[in-house]
């Protein structure tokens, strides 16, 4: 077919028309009309490791994205790009071993993990080029999907450009008590989302905010075959800036089960759902109607967007611009295949019992403002930029704070912050989405709008070590919209 297809396009352009599948598209043109057909690439399935002790090895590494070179690239464990995904139990005490094979110092933040601040691999947590680092800790999350990536301070976005970065899944038994897909790779498929740009010589040109070209688990063009059945997408966006708002190209609903700290208490039936930098959602998708070797894809909707939505400028080029600003365009190619023979069809009524704090429960509150990014500067909280040795704020140990995050300024801004999960309870436009309805540990802040969220710090206290908080956005966190605090 495709063969057949590229004879045609050969014909009708003549000798200097190359068909060729490692492009992104290929497209011929004749008398005023163009053709344009994709060729795939299998969707890369990070390999998964189960148990209480894992290794992890960051290295340098090669992938050929385009013709002719190959983009140098990072991955953890010889994987070209990203890295291994670790799999835990709640309860399990696990014991991990990072080692830095990279020429440069780096970090590993286990995103979302509710654990002592020293193990946190923040910043402070620095493995020298050729080092080692040992942490270990009790896994306290609920079941969800969580995820590791470098953390070290002006080199978050260089790292994690490259590809340093991999998915962690938490069970639990009330999770694993439901009926829902969970045979990795087969239903329940990882799923991150990314864009890059690339100089002349195709390395990644690590420099604006937006990518030219849309990756799915490092892969461009994705392509994936799913059973006949319901389907479950654990979806991150590990983007620079981008935000997505995702939709199924025949306009299908589809449910949300989870987002960042687990599932949801019900599952919630949409046909759009918005994810920005550092945020996971996982849905369920139902492919139990679909005929066999049809396809179907999932798209993100990203035209028309209102200012201040990473990805909705209109230029091009530039700082700013890219090839994919302000339009919709393919996250992966879905082909129906048969069905498993522990096939999920039916969707459950009921997640889980999660009881979230609520303005009652609280014993203190704070404000951070957002601020700065005026004529070229950089974004900051509160007018103070990330300082290594700054305590920006102190929280009583068990203290439940509501935290009150005000935007006035400029652009949105994906706001994160470790060692817990908030609730958020209040967004001044009033909504408060159902796709962040559960426990969630990074917000969506866009222009205009001021975002309440609720947390209990509670079981670790550390007078010396301090956790983060900062956009995810890792050239606004690189550049300083980053501050520290302190649980004592
Ligand atoms: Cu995923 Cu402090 O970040
Ligand atoms: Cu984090
Ligand atoms: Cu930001």
Known sequence: MYYRFCLLILIIAGSNFACSKSDQTATGSSSGTTTTTTAYADLFIPPAITGTSFNLTLDKSTKQFKTGAATATYGYNGNSFWGPTLIMNQGDDVQINVTNALSDQTTVHWHGFHIPAIMDGGPHQIIDAGGKWSPNFKI??????????????????????????????????????????????????????????????????????YGDYQLTNGTMNAQVTLPKQYVRLRMLNAEIERGYDIGLSDNRQFYIIGNDGGLLNAPISVKRVKIMPGERVEI??????????????????????????????P???????????????????????????NAITALPAKLANNTYWTNADVTNSRTINITGGQA???????????????????????AIEKWTIVNNNIFGHSFHVHDVQFKIIARSSGVVGDHESGWKDTVYVPLGETVTVIAKFDDFSDGVNPYMYHCHFSNHEDGGMMGQFLVK
């Open 140 to 209: 306290k999350n609920n079941a969800g999907t969580y995820w590791y990536h470098p953390h070290l301070h002006m080199k978050t976005y260089e790292q994690l450009a490259k590809g340093a970065g991999g998915f962690i899944i938490i069970k639990d038994p009330a999770e694993s008590a439901l009926a829902l897909p969970r045979t990795y790779g087969i239903d329940d498929i990882p799923m991150v989302f990314t864009s890059r740009r690339f100089n002349t010589d195709n390395s990644f040109d690590i420099s604006g905010a």
């Open 284 to 313: 369920l998708v139902n492919l139990g109607a679909d005929a066999l070797g049809s396809s179907i894809d999932l798209k993100a909707y990203n035209s028309g967007q209102s200012f201040g939505f990473p990805g909705a400028e």
């Open 315 to 341: 230029a091009t080029t530039g700082d700013f611009g890219s090839l994919l600003n302000n339009k919709d365009f393919s996250l992966l190619n879905i082909k129906v295949g048969a069905s498993t023979t």
């Open 376 to 398: 070229g500067s950089a974004f900051t909280f509160d007018n103070n930029t990330y300082g290594f040795t700054k305590i920006n704020q102190t929280i009583n140990l068990n």
